[in-house]
């Protein structure tokens, strides 16, 4: 995947795939995120359950997988985080959408899926760049700003603290000619040259004020994803090495069309990242 070699990704998952069921191992003792839950079984005329297992980003990166799902599929059911469920009613292919909790799914289904393991389940031969997938009406009016409109974001989760950036890396920004600055960091400090009114806990009015930015700047978190799902603007900001879903040496996303990637030459190298931000902001 990570070569977009998918006849080869697809060829591992198979064999990974009969040796798991071989050994007979329950995957219920592992935490929801490690997880594999379909059995290979087809999923034609079928009731399927999909589980949304693993972050906000990952449901909506590959929602956009439902619609080809439910071209085979008799029902797809979505068991997804419940501050996404909004955002998820836009999606096509979804038949009922619940939302995940702790225990067990309160629905019938056939065959059961987790939502990462689609592109295996599906075959895929390319990546669906469609977008936007998700909609949402935008805020309605903004305070006239006769500068170029940028929302940035710099901390990812803390499970993976070599996504985020300190706040003073990201100073030589302030530098950028003919740039209002928005900070889309909700509750991850401040930046001295970045209004805070459009950052926001709740998710789908968060994406409604995205469509007031001419641009959003993020490292790799649920943001970057949001942005992307929609077809706006969005330059991704990345580590090295970095998540498999961004390819290499890539300057661009297939899975995003609207997307730009800044990637560290070398491991930790921030610098040159915003360096490569400040040069692309003033060209």
Known sequence: MQRGDFAAAWKLCDDFLQSRLRSGVSQHSQPRHLQHVWNGMPVDGKRVLVR????????LMFARLLSMLRRCAREVI????????????????????????????????????ELMELPHLLRLSAVPDRVPYLH??????????????????WQSGVWDWTRSIAPRLLAPLAQASGVHWFSLQYGGGELAFAAT???????????????ALDLVISVDTMMAHLAGAFGLPVWLLLPTPCDWRWMLERDDSPWYPTMRIFRQPQPGDWKSVVDSVLRALNS
């Open 52 to 59: 949304c297992y693993h972050g906000l980003g990952d449901t």
């Open 136 to 153: 949402v009406a935008p805020v309605a009016t903004m305070s006239a700003i006769s500068l170029r409109r940028v929302g940035i974001v």
């Open 78 to 113: 979505v068991w997804a985080q419940p501050n996404l469920l909004e955002l998820l009613r836009t999606v096509e292919g979804i038949d009922r959408l619940l939302p995940l909790h702790s225990g067990a799914p309160d629905a019938d289904y056939d065959i059961d899926v």
């Open 197 to 211: 009114d459009l950052a926001c806990r709740d998710i789908l009015e968060q994406a409604r004020r995205l469509h």
